[in-house]
Each structure stands twice: as C-alpha cells, then as structure tokens.
C-alpha cells in the first residue's frame, strides 16, 4: 500500500513542477490574456467607430429633437467623465491602444439640435 501513495505522490510532485515551468515559460502571454479580458470596452453605440471619424450611429440615435435628458443618461449609463453643459469624455482602457471619446452636443430649452462622438487613439504598447 505505501507504494500506492509513493507513486501518487510522486506523480502529483512531477505535475506540479511541470504546471510551474509551463507557467513559468507563458506568463507574458497570461498576462496579456488576462489583460485583454479585463479592458474596458467601447460603449456598444460606438462599436463600429473610427478613429478621429464622427460615429454616425451615435448622430443617428441623438439626432436633432432627441430630449438632451437622454444623452445624459446614456453618458451616466456609459461612465463617461467630466459631463458638463455640452461635452463629455471617457479613457477607455484597452489593450493594445487606450482610447479617448470625446462628446459633444448643443442643446436649446432640453432638446438637442446637434451632437457629435469622436473616438481617438491615446496611446498604444
């Protein structure tokens, strides 16, 4: 019987160290997975955006006559930062490229007459 467990020791010693060198070997790559996994994403509106490109799709859905109350809370909804009358932005954290949206709108009595999205690079590894 103590045999049994000397061989289940030992392949459990030889896994072990085999788990650690291949760990060992891939932690940039781990790293840069797990990294991947947790960066921000860009707002789904903004999906398709190109760099320095007004998103039409943002224009579309608040286009002129679209309650400002609306944006608002689709900025709040969407975290952006640095919400005042008529602008707003967001760092989106990604990997490979951080990302910068800028916002704007003009609005007359809560209702927009004109908005715009811009997405930029701001800076990449």
């Not at 789904?44 to 109350?69: H, N, S, Y």
């Not at 004109?114 to 930029?120: F, H, L, M, P, Y």
């Amino acid at each position: 019987m103590a045999t049994k467990s000397f061989f289940r020791t030992k392949w459990f010693v030889l896994g072990a160290i085999a788990l650690a060198l291949l760990i060992a070997m891939t932690w940039q790559n781990i790293m840069l997975g797990i990294g991947f996994a947790l960066a921000d994403k860009r707002p789904a509106l903004l999906g398709d955006a190109r760099w320095d490109t007004p998103v039409l799709a943002f224009q579309q859905r608040f286009d002129e006559g679209t309650p400002e109350a609306d944006l608002l809370r689709w900025l709040d909804d969407n975290k952006f930062e640095d919400v005042h009358r008529g602008g707003a932005s967001r760092t989106i954290h990604g990997l490979p490229c951080q990302e910068r949206v800028e916002v704007r709108w003009s609005a007359i009595d809560g209702v927009i007459i004109e908005s715009s999205a811009v997405v930029s690079e701001e800076g990449c590894l």
